[in-house]
């Protein structure tokens, strides 16, 4: 039976150093290095690497604080058992975002989808879309500093406490928030946007929630992290840019604001709340068998 007091305490523990581990240091690289060069620039890519690393140091911390143990740490592959949500981390992000692509032509191209491909080829997009599905899940290493934390520790405490949906939304906020001390310079959408920086700060908790809502999925299915690592670094390094091949009959110039993005990602949002209405199945199912 689960501890709820404890629990939450060691919630409490893990969320208090995870921003810790993160912000100070950001704000010490930011006043002795200036963002520009620490992080935008990848001058000092050490540093920029193991900036989300912070999440996965909480949860180290809590676990040797509170004398928690590793026996739910989901640091197993289980390949053997579970390498078809493997390979479905590589491509998801893709497929994801692929209506993104669409609603921006449909809109803001008028519906002229005559330059689709950025001009490229048939050869040079399989090319292309090849480099960043095998390239991409090789980066997994960098996003196991905020999976290990979140959906490896922070996910796991809050379900308990709050069930499936809150731990959905409220953690996607958190994760939303925790990036703030990187939005607030830029990171992500720039400076020269209205309601900066609070829309970029907002715009973050939305994308962290509808993201969550597929890596949280994926990590209970194969109660690993690393799919959901290889699944986060597709979105962070390429994986979602795919969807721009869809992209035509906007200027070359043509960036979305804060709201045409939210306007754009709403398909996108959609298919994302499909791993909600799947996790949240899976929980009856499980409720039904501990019953029977």
């Given at each position: ?50 900036f989300g690393y912070g999440p996965a140091l909480a949860n180290v911390l809590t676990r040797k604080i509170t004398h928690e143990g590793w026996h739910d740490s989901l640091l197993h592959l289980n390949i053997k058992t579970k390498l078809r ?101 830029g990171h992500n959408f720039g400076t020269d946007y209205p309601g900066f920086p609070y829309m970029g700060i907002l715009m973050m908790c939305i994308i962290c929630t509808f993201e969550g809502m597929i890596l949280m999925w994926i990590t ?73």
């Open positions: 039976m689960t501890n709820k007091k404890l629990e939450a305490k060691r919630l409490g523990i893990f969320l208090f150093l995870a921003f810790a581990l993160t912000w100070i240091p950001a704000w010490i690289l930011n006043a002795v290095f200036g963002y520009d060069k620490w992080f935008n620039s990848n001058e000092i890519p050490l540093f920029s690497a193991i949500y493997y390979v479905f981390a590589v491509v998801a992000m893709t497929v994801l975002f692929l209506p993104e692509g669409f609603m921006i032509t449909l809109i803001y191209g008028h519906g002229d989808f005559s330059n689709m491909g950025s001009g490229m080829n048939w050869k040079e997009i399989t090319a292309y879309v090849l480099l960043i599905l095998i390239t991409s899940p090789v980066l997994a290493f960098i996003t196991f500093g905020e999976e290990f934390g979140w959906r490896g520790y922070m996910n796991q405490k809050m379900e308990k406490l709050i069930g499936t949906t809150s731990t959905v939304f409220l953690g996607g906020i958190i994760w939303g928030v925790w990036h703030a001390e990187l939005t607030v310079k209970k299915k194969t109660r690993s992290i690393y799919p959901a690592c290889i699944l986060h670094a597709m979105n962070n390094n390429g994986g979602s840019s795919l969807a721009y091949l869809l992209v035509s009959g906007v200027p070359e110039d043509f960036h979305l604001s804060i709201p045409q993005s939210i306007l754009t990602g709403i398909p996108s949002y959609i298919l994302a709340s499909v791993f909600l209405v799947l996790m949240l199945r899976d929980n009856k199912t499980k409720m039904k068998e501990l019953r029977a």
